[in-house]
């Protein structure tokens, strides 16, 4: 079933996704703010480990696990705040765009 746009009929419609879009860029920025302790908590253990290898294993033991800390942090939390974008795309928010007369509206679920 495609859809129309409700004012001119075209079928011509794309989304918008700006929930998604914002609810990620959001996420992501506050996973990798939530993340600081994933850092701390990686870099320590990286140096923990890294320490058998000496000095320079300590070092980039301790920038490596720092790194998968803020990433995962960054990461989990972007999809997370992606998916709840979704759900207020679908329930709250004029979610497609015509193209042909720019109008925009929702499909009922």
Not at 31 to 59: C, E, H, K, N, Y
Not at 72 to 91: F, N, S, Y
Request: charged share 10%.
């Amino acid at each position: 079933m495609s859809l129309q746009c409700p004012k001119c009929n075209s079928t011509l419609i794309t989304t918008r996704d700006i929930g998604r879009k914002t609810g990620g860029a959001i996420g992501t920025v506050a996973g990798g703010v939530t993340g600081l302790s994933g850092v701390l908590t990686g870099g320590r253990l990286g140096m923990t480990v890294g320490i058998v290898a000496g000095p320079a294993g300590s070092v980039l033991g301790c920038l490596a696990g720092a790194l998968i800390g803020g990433l995962v942090g960054a990461a989990t939390v972007g999809v997370a705040g992606a998916k709840l974008g979704e759900v207020i795309d679908a329930r709250v928010l004029d979610n497609h765009q015509c193209m042909q007369c720019e109008h925009t509206f929702s499909v009922p679920e």
